[in-house]
Structure formats: structure tokens, C-alpha cells
């Protein structure tokens, strides 16, 4: 019954890969969310959608595009890997509009670039 | 954007003791909500605050949202050594689509 869920836990890949991470929300809500925790454990917002809009922070390379089946899941694409983008990724969700805008995370994944 | 300060950045308390750790804002929050990591794990709602002046609890956890809503703060009464983890407050206006903005963390440490 896992609220927020994401695979893989871990990933290592090489440079220049194509990687992708999975999230599924079974909370019935319809905004999803992708933030990226740095070394410092910085938490950053990359994208938040919902069946309406992509809202994408301005500062994720366009390497970095999500990608929503439907509404209970939001997948991270991630093309030509660099160094940099070794991180713990969260996916996270929550209801839209005027009501609470409470985010529920995923467990995380760390990805490792080698 | 706005800007979040949490403090302190780390604490090391005893057992037993209290916390208190706090966020401000640059500008005015509609929301303020903390959250706690644990180690390989992914940030857990404790507690969400939706108007100026309100003060929740959650068992030993207490949080306020300041009057002037540009400010938050989390007491721990009592701390246990699972308190140990990182908090994270995390302010939302809803002129600004929601958008949550996350503190930088503070890190707790319980030494038993």
C-alpha cells in the first residue's frame, strides 16, 4: 500500500547514457512532481505536472524530460548522463488547485554517473 | 524567487532535551509544512500549517506559523534517538502556483 513509489532505489550508469526513473502514486492525486537532492541535501524542484501543465525550473537541462502515461505516474527520462547528475532524485505528489498542497515523496533514487 | 532560511543547520543535543529550529521568508507564504528525512529515505510529512498565527501539534512535535506568515517554527519536546534525521520547513503561495519551496535542512543529531 505504498503511498509514493519509485525504481529503481539505486542506479549506476556510465556517461553519455540514457537512464529512466519510474514513479507511481496510488493517492489518487493528480500533480506529480520530480526534485533533485544535491551532496548537501538540497532539495530542488525540476519539474511539476499535472494533466494541464508542465512547469519546468528553468534551470534543468533539457537532458532532463518527464513523462506521464496518465495521471498516477510521472516518469524521468534522462539522456547523455554527466557527472553532475549524480544525486538522490525524488519523485513526490499532491492535489492541485486551491485545496492542501501537501507532497508525499517517494523512498528516492540515488543515481550514480560514472 | 523567495528565499528560505532554516536554522540552525546542524544540532546535537542530549536525549531528553528540546529542539527548536525555524524558517524564514523573504515574502509571504500561504503554507508552511515540515517534513523529516531519515538516512535513505524520502522527506515524511510531520506537520502542515495553513494560517497565520496557527499552532499544530503532532505528539512531541509542535509548529506555529508566524503572524506575519514570513516566518515557521518546529519545537521537538523531549527528544528521543529517533528524532535523529534531517528537518526540512517548506513554504507554498498560492500566488505563485504553489510552488513549494524546501529549507536547506537542519540536521539533528540525539546522543543517547
Known amino acids: 500500500d505504498t503511498a509514493v513509489s519509485q525504481t529503481p532505489k539505486y542506479l549506476v550508469t556510465q556517461m553519455g547514457n540514457d537512464k529512466s526513473i519510474k514513479c507511481e502514486q496510488n493517492?489518487?492525486?493528480?500533480?506529480m512532481y520530480w526534485y533533485k537532492q544535491d551532496s548537501k541535501k538540497f532539495l530542488k524542484i525540476m519539474f511539476s505536472y499535472n494533466n494541464k501543465e508542465l512547469i519546468i525550473n528553468e534551470t534543468v537541462p533539457n537532458r532532463f524530460s518527464p513523462k506521464s502515461p496518465d495521471k498516477a505516474h510521472l516518469n524521468l527520462h534522462i539522456n547523455s548522463l554527466e557527472l553532475g547528475d549524480s544525486a538522490v532524485y525524488f519523485c513526490?505528489?499532491?492535489?492541485?488547485?486551491?485545496?492542501?498542497?501537501?507532497?508525499?515523496f517517494g523512498p528516492g533514487t540515488r543515481l550514480t554517473v560514472t | 524567487g523567495q528565499q528560505l532560511n532554516q536554522s540552525p543547520q546542524s544540532m546535537f543535543i542530549q536525549e531528553g532535551e528540546d529542539v527548536s529550529m525555524n524558517c524564514t521568508s523573504s515574502s509571504i507564504f500561504n503554507t508552511w509544512l515540515w517534513y523529516k528525512q531519515d538516512p535513505g529515505e524520502g522527506p515524511v510529512l510531520l506537520i502542515a500549517l495553513y494560517k497565520a498565527g496557527e499552532l499544530t501539534s503532532n505528539g512531541r512535535l509542535t509548529a506555529q506559523f508566524g503572524i506575519t506568515r514570513k516566518d515557521s517554527f518546529l519545537n521537538i519536546s523531549a527528544s528521543i534517538p529517533s528524532d535523529v534525521g534531517i528537518y526540512f520547513c517548506?513554504?507554498?503561495?498560492?500566488?505563485?502556483?504553489?510552488?513549494?519551496?524546501f529549507g536547506a535542512g537542519t540536521r539533528l543529531t540525539v546522543k543517547p
Open positions: 513526490a505528489s499532491s492535489l492541485y488547485g486551491t485545496g492542501p498542497v501537501e507532497q508525499y
Open positions: 517548506a513554504g507554498s503561495d498560492k500566488y505563485n502556483n504553489n510552488d513549494m519551496r
Open positions: 493517492l489518487g492525486h493528480d500533480t
